[in-house]
C-alpha cells in the first residue's frame, strides 16, 4: 500500500470568466507510475504517465481524462443519466513531489459535436504541517 500524506488543496477552475475556488481536505499518494490525490465526497486526481484522470462525485458527476494534445472521451454524470463528453487539451503542467504540488490545464471539451467552451483547472496541493 502506497504511502499516503494529508494534504490542503485548492482546486481553481473557470470558463471565460472569473476563477471559482474550492478549498478541499485530501491524501496524497506516490505510485511507481505517478501521483493521486483523493478528497474525499468530492473528486480523486490521478496523474499517471502524463495523463490527468478526474473523478468528480455529487449530483453532477465528471470522469474526464486529459492528455495533452488529444481528444479523449468521459462522462458528465447527470440526475437524468450519463452524457458522453471529449475534452482537448491544449496546456498540461504537473510539478509534483512527495509534499505536493501544482497541477494545472486548459482545455476544450465538446458534447456531440457541439462546442461547449474553453477551461482552466489549477491545483495547488499542500502537505499539511504535522502530517
Do not use: N
Amino acid at each position: 500500500m502506497p504511502e499516503k500524506r494529508r494534504v490542503a488543496v485548492v482546486f481553481r477552475s473557470r470558463q471565460e470568466g472569473p476563477w471559482a475556488e474550492e478549498r478541499l481536505a485530501g491524501e496524497w499518494y506516490r505510485l511507481a507510475t505517478g501521483w493521486v490525490l483523493r478528497c474525499p465526497d468530492a473528486m480523486t486526481v490521478s496523474v499517471l504517465k502524463g495523463d490527468v484522470r478526474v473523478v468528480r462525485q455529487g449530483e453532477f458527476g465528471v470522469e474526464m481524462t486529459f492528455r495533452l494534445g488529444a481528444a479523449v472521451p468521459g462522462a458528465i454524470h447527470t440526475p437524468r443519466g450519463s452524457l458522453p463528453v471529449e475534452a482537448y487539451t491544449h496546456e498540461l503542467q504537473a510539478e509534483l513531489t512527495d509534499a505536493g504540488g501544482t497541477l494545472s490545464w486548459h482545455y476544450e471539451m465538446r458534447m456531440e459535436d457541439q462546442d461547449m467552451g474553453r477551461f482552466e483547472i489549477g491545483l495547488d496541493i499542500r502537505e499539511e504541517s504535522g502530517s
